[in-house]
């Protein structure tokens, strides 16, 4: 079947309209185009990424958050709170095209508009653009007279709503609108949002980053900061719509597949009447031209029929799949035939015969049934003639997945990792781990990587081995090791990840000589890179996350110095609210370990953070918490913390080697914070969203006075630090005869 040239020329004009008003519509009001790296077209996250905001905007939570996988690509997006559905959708089928345009081949990117802000990236849209902001001000300012209320009754309006979006309210907003009236004159009018996938912590803690960076403006009677998981906003005149609610969308079945068609949002605000007028009029003139098409084809595919009919009729030997023949299409639609179009659309689509593996789907071949319905003829208008493959027959899936694309970790063989680490051989091996040894690799296509081999006699068995592959394959963040691949041999059990060029951190900060290179500036950027990724375990992954083993060891350092988490084995999942657990098998490290989690086999965040304290203080002291001496003489570890930062002498703790280049006020505020850390009571530590807050600076007011440590472990000879299991599993143990662990009253 030929269509005419007049029906491909309307089509043509639909095509440029849509070029041309996508093009011409309002910027963003600011970009983030991160400098990770460039993709290019032939690459799988180049096709992940088209794949993924094809039919992004079906993700919709029902309340504006829109949040999506496919590969390597994630993408997040949410809509202004007060914003309704369909406003909502097109801002985001909006903001999908335009980044593209604006970022085009950056793999990380961020776009806000007024009502709504996209970002996508190849990690965890979590660390999309870190400290990246957007402003927007208004050029009135508050007079002197008024300044010093307007500003108090600011940050009393934004305090507000900040606990309501972080602690109240539905959690699938996050969002809080309201107005304080100033003692006799104006009133502030503002809103607060954070993406539903933060932390109540992590929520507050992007908030205050918000709220802290107003105060560049705080003269202005408006002020707007948009960051990469939150946005804030304050105004003297109301600008947010306070009686509007979001409901549920409708199922997918039941939704016409329409994301292709021309949108014309305009995301910001209208500046003048006239803009708004203009808008509406090629909005206006867009529909009536799609309105023209749509009738046109559907006059002249009645007429096609027809004609079929009779040539059917006069001649029996056709074969009715003739009908559904591949059209020839414009070059305007050739380059993205071929494309798998079946997953996309919630309706099925106009498949003619299902022996043939190509599919046809046109102008009005797109119903709004369920996709488990029968292939239908003519229904809602989709204005696209692409020629794709059919998801559902075995071609199309090939096409789609690929044949290696299994969603699975890479499996190794045994002979690819023995080749590569020349049989194990003792010059590859870079440490001993808790479970067994760890070597260095490197595999036939050059990359380097290091393979954690579990030891026959170690506690972690197939259960823990399952466990740290599981994990690791969720987790994406900075500062948590790669996990590259595994390989299961009979009884060999290995792990392959990324390299680590500068080993583990107690081979630096426990050695005599390699101490010295970390000076308090990498010594504070590894303490921030730990505390951001238990910060992410913790709050911020899909999962909650216990470490259970946090220690220098498990800490790895890359050739740039950056601290990445390590060793997941003992790790275990935490569900729903889950805020703690009990087992008769305790793992873990002595000296590292909680109290009520040493005695009790009580575990929990707070345990982490226990952990995290002790190796704060031993980065602080550049000492091993079960080696530690002042005044040559061994002392227990965290007594002696504490005496020393209670008696004001926190000083004499600070390793001797930062004294010159760092500031003993930081390093004081560092103790105080780790000292927090270990306090006897779970409920009495801070979580690690506070300690990140605490380590960056933006504790504004005083630091809180810890309480004395409780019982620890500590160790009073020259002992090697080794992993130990109890309960159901054999323990590891020291090759120093002169180990031991005993508990020390306060």
Not at 523 to 551: F, P
Not at 593 to 601: H, K, L
Not at 632 to 638: H, I, M, T
Not at 674 to 697: H, K
Request: glycine share 8%.
């Amino acid at each position: 079947m030929k269509l005419p040239i007049w029906v491909l020329f309307l089509f043509s004009i639909l095509i440029i309209s849509d070029h041309h008003l996508t093009t011409a519509q309002n910027d963003f009001w600011g970009t983030y185009c991160g400098d990770s790296g460039n993709y290019t077209d032939n690459s799988d996250y180049k096709r992940n990424l088209d794949d993924l905001l094809y039919s992004f905007t079906e993700t919709n939570n029902g309340f504006g958050f829109y949040n999506s996988t496919s590969g390597d690509a994630n993408a997040a997006a949410l809509c202004r709170g007060d914003v309704d559905q369909e406003t909502c959708r097109r801002c985001v089928d909006d903001a999908t095209r335009r980044l593209r345009q604006v970022c085009p081949n950056q793999i990380e990117a961020a776009g806000w508009y007024d009502g709504c802000f996209l970002k996508y990236s190849n990690r965890s849209t979590d660390d999309i653009g870190i400290g990246f902001s957007v402003y927007g001000f208004n050029r009135n300012n508050v007079s002197d007279s008024g300044f010093e209320q307007w500003n108090q009754t600011v940050a009393s309006l934004l305090g507000r709503l900040r606990r309501e979006a972080g602690g109240g309210g539905d959690d699938r907003r996050k969002y809080a609108s309201g107005n304080l009236t100033v003692a006799g004159s104006s009133t502030v009018y503002g809103t607060v949002q954070c993406t539903p996938d933060l932390t109540a912590a992590a929520c507050d803690d992007c908030l205050a980053e918000a709220t802290a960076e107003i105060r560049r403006f705080e003269r202005s009677l408006g002020v707007r900061v948009y960051k990469t998981s939150c946005v804030l906003r304050y105004e003297d005149h109301v600008f947010f719509n306070s009686t509007w609610f979001p409901t549920a969308p409708p199922p997918s079945g039941n939704i016409a597949c329409f994301r292709r068609f021309p949108t014309f949002f305009a995301a910001e605000e209208t500046k003048t009447s006239k803009s708004s007028n203009i808008g509406i009029i090629v909005g206006a003139i867009a529909a009536a031209v799609v309105v023209i098409v749509a009738i046109i084809f559907l006059i002249f595919r009645r007429r096609q029929k027809r004609r079929q009919k009779g040539i059917a009729a006069s001649n029996p030997r056709t074969s009715t799949t003739n009908t559904h023949s591949r059209m020839d299409v414009s070059p305007a639609v050739s380059g993205i035939q071929g494309q798998p179009l079946m997953r996309r659309c919630p309706g099925p689509i106009y498949a003619g015969p299902r022996a043939q593996p190509q599919f046809l789907i046109g102008l009005g071949y797109v119903t709004a049934q369920s996709m488990t319905g029968p292939t239908q003829g003519p229904g809602p208008l989709l204005p696209e003639f692409l020629v794709g493959f059919d998801e559902s027959s075995p071609e199309g899936s090939k096409h789609e997945r690929g044949d290696d694309d299994t969603g699975e970790m890479n499996s190794f063989s045994l002979s690819t990792i023995q080749v590569a680490t020349n049989n194990f051989s003792i010059e590859n091996k870079l440490g001993e781990g808790g479970f067994g040894p760890v070597y260095k690799g490197k595999l036939q296509d050059g990359k380097v990587i290091a393979v954690k081999r579990l030891s026959r006699n170690s506690g972690q068995g197939l259960v823990e081995f399952k466990t740290e592959v599981q994990l690791i394959i969720k987790l994406q963040h900075k500062n948590l090791v790669r996990l590259l691949g595994y390989c299961v041999k009979g009884s060999e059990r290995l792990l392959i990840y990324e390299f680590m060029a500068n080993n583990s951190l107690d081979t630096f900060l426990f050695d005599a000589n390699k101490c010295k290179e970390l000076d308090w500036a990498k010594r504070a950027n590894i303490v921030s890179g730990i505390a951001k990724g238990l910060r992410y375990l913790h709050e911020d992954s899909r999962l909650k996350i216990i470490h259970r083993d946090m220690k220098a060891s498990n800490i790895l350092l890359d050739d740039e110095m950056n601290s990445k988490i390590s060793d997941f084995g003992t790790a275990r999942i935490f569900g729903g609210n889950q805020m703690e657990a009990n087992t008769n098998r305790i793992v873990g490290t002595y000296g590292y370990m909680a109290p009520e989690y040493a005695m009790e086999g009580i575990f929990s965040t707070k345990s982490d953070v226990y952990s995290f304290g002790v190796l704060l203080l031993e980065i602080i002291s550049g000492q091993r918490n079960n080696r530690f001496s002042y005044q040559n003489q061994p002392q227990n570890f965290l007594a002696t913390a504490y005496r020393l930062w209670k008696e004001k002498k926190g000083e004499e703790l600070i390793d001797g080697r930062l004294i010159e280049n760092s500031s003993v006020a930081e390093a004081l505020r560092w103790i105080n914070i780790a000292l927090l850390c270990v306090q006897e009571d779970p409920q009495d530590r801070p979580t690690m969203s506070t300690v990140v807050f605490m380590l960056e600076g933006q504790w504004s007011a005083n630091l809180p006075t810890p309480s004395e440590p409780p019982l620890s472990f500590a160790r009073f000879a020259a002992v090697s630090e080794h992993t130990t299991t109890s309960g159901d599993a054999t323990a590891s143990t020291s090759t120093d005869p002169t180990s031991s662990a005993t508990l020390l009253a306060r």
